[in-house]
C-alpha cells in the first residue's frame, strides 16, 4: 500500500469469511491484529520456490508501515523460501507488502506472509496469525490486499465508496461493516452498511453521499460475516486524502 493513503485512490482487499465470525478483508481469515508495541518484522513464503536468485518465484518483498510516531517507513527483504527472513526495522502497523523483484516473468508461487518477531512459522506459514500476521501476498498476486490498514501522521482520508464482488457456487450471504479506532482510544466503533447475497456472482457498488472520514493516525478495517466458511468476498475502496 505504499504511501498509499497520499497518492493512490483505490485500495483492494479480500476477505476469506469465516464462519458465523467477522473476518477482515486481509486475506487471510482473521480479524488483522493491530500491534501494540513495535516490532521487527518477519517474510516467509510457503512455497520453497520464493528464493532469492536461485527460486522460480518471489525473490524480494518490500513492506510498508508506520513506525510509533505514525510516519511512513518501508524496508526490503530477501526471501528464504519457508525460511523466516527478519529484518531491522521497527514498525507499529504494516500496511502493505509487494514484491519488487522476481525471476523473469515469474511472480511468487506461494503465499508470502509478514508477521511480528513473535510468532514461530511451520513450513513458511505463521502459528499465530490472528495476533502477529501484518500482510499477506497471495500466491501469483504479488502485491498485498488489505482494506484495514492505519492512516499516517498528516491529513485525514475520504473514503468515498467502494465497489464488492462476491463468488460461491452456493447460496451464501454476506454481511459487510466497517471500524474506526481514533488515535489513543481501545475501541472500535463499527458501521454496518449492508450485505450480498450470491448462489454465483454476486456485485455492489456502494457510493457514500458523505464520504466516511478516517482521521490521521486511527485504524481502519472492513469486515464481513459469512453464512459459510470459504465464502470469497473482494473489495475496492475509493479514497482521497481530506483537505
Not at 487471510?28 to 518465484?57: E, H, L, R, Y
Not at 472520514?213 to 473482494?234: E, H, I, N, W
Request: proline share 4%; with cysteine.
Amino acid at each position: 500500500m505504499r504511501n498509499m493513503l497520499v497518492n493512490s485512490r483505490l485500495i483492494f482487499g479480500t476477505s476469506i469469511c469465516a464462519a458465523t465470525a467477522w473476518a477482515d478483508f486481509f486475506g487471510q481469515a482473521v480479524i488483522k491484529p493491530f500491534w501494540t508495541s513495535p516490532s521487527t518484522i518477519s517474510v516467509s513464503s510457503s512455497s520453497a520456490a520464493d528464493v532469492m536468485t536461485s527460486g522460480n518465484g518471489a525473490w524480494i518483498v518490500r513492506v510498508w508501515g508506520l513506525n510509533s510516531a505514525f510516519e511512513i517507513i518501508y524496508e526490503d527483504l530477501q526471501l528464504n523460501g519457508q525460511t523466516e527472513v527478519t529484518g531491522t526495522k521497527q514498525f507499529y502497523r504494516v500496511n502493505s507488502a509487494e514484491v519488487i523483484l522476481a525471476k523473469d516473468g515469474y511472480t511468487n508461487v506461494g503465499d508470502i506472509y509478514v508477521y511480528g518477531s513473535g510468532d514461530t512459522p511451520a513450513s513458511g506459514v505463521p502459528a499465530a496469525p490472528a495476533t502477529y500476521l501484518g500482510a499477506k501476498i497471495i500466491a501469483g498476486e504479488g502485491i498485498g490486499r488489505s482494506c484495514s490498514f492505519t492512516v499516517p501522521n498528516g491529513s485525514p482520508v475520504k473514503i468515498h465508496g467502494m465497489i464488492l464482488g462476491q463468488y460461491d457456487t452456493a447460496a451464501r450471504y454476506v454481511r459487510l461493516r466497517y471500524g474506526i479506532r481514533n488515535a489513543g482510544e481501545n475501541i472500535f466503533k463499527y458501521y454496518p452498511f449492508g450485505s450480498l447475497i450470491s448462489a454465483a456472482t454476486s456485485i455492489a457498488q456502494v457510493e457514500f453521499n458523505s464520504p466516511i472520514v478516517v482521521p490521521a493516525r486511527a485504524d481502519f478495517r472492513l469486515q464481513s460475516y459469512g453464512s459459510a466458511a470459504g465464502s470469497t468476498c473482494d473489495a475496492c475502496l475509493i479514497v482521497t486524502e481530506a483537505e
